[in-house]
């Protein structure tokens, strides 16, 4: 009998911080396909999760972690839309924002209303993947103010000191 080795907490946190990405990218193109939770996360897990293109090798991802965010955010997108829409400008509400930005929001809001995950961790992870996204862009920036707003909706208790 073999057994997989164990993985470092480095390699683990990486595999998060890939899971999260991926669930970004596949809120996205479930909304702009109009697949199922189903198919999109199929389609994930078989061929981005570590997988090897010409463009270069993609992470592996912690599959446990990528299915939850998805289905959560999927699941509890009216309340995290409506959170997202307090903490965004008055004029600006979750429609008119960029269609990664609100995947990008989605799956945030998934893991801070509806996972054990530290606000704080959210927050820079979140940012992370958004520099990914727009690494030349002011995006960045204004993902970290809305997801601090509704870090601090979703987990007030975390902020008290």
Not at 28 to 47: K, N, P, V, Y
Not at 53 to 81: M, P
Not at 91 to 96: H, L
Request: with cysteine; charged share 25%; net charge negative.
């Amino acid at each position: 009998m073999t057994t997989s080795p164990k993985l470092s907490l480095a390699e683990k946190k990486l595999m998060k911080s890939a899971s999260r990405l991926y669930a970004v990218q596949a809120l996205f193109q479930m909304e702009s396909s109009g697949q199922t939770i189903a198919a999109i996360c199929r389609e994930f897990e078989t061929h981005r999760f570590g997988a090897t293109y010409e463009e270069g090798e993609f992470a592996e991802g912690n599959v446990d972690h990528f299915r939850a965010v998805v289905d959560h955010a999927v699941n509890f997108q009216a309340l995290i839309d409506q959170m997202t829409d307090r903490a965004l400008v008055a004029k600006w509400p979750i429609e008119r924002i960029d269609p990664v930005l609100r995947a990008l929001f989605r799956a945030a809001g998934a893991e801070m209303t509806q996972m054990p995950t530290p606000p704080k961790v959210a927050i820079t992870e979140y940012v992370d993947v958004a520099k990914a996204f727009f690494p030349d862009g002011k995006e960045p920036k204004f993902v970290n103010a809305v997801l601090d707003h509704m870090a601090h909706e979703a987990k007030p208790e975390a902020f008290d000191k």
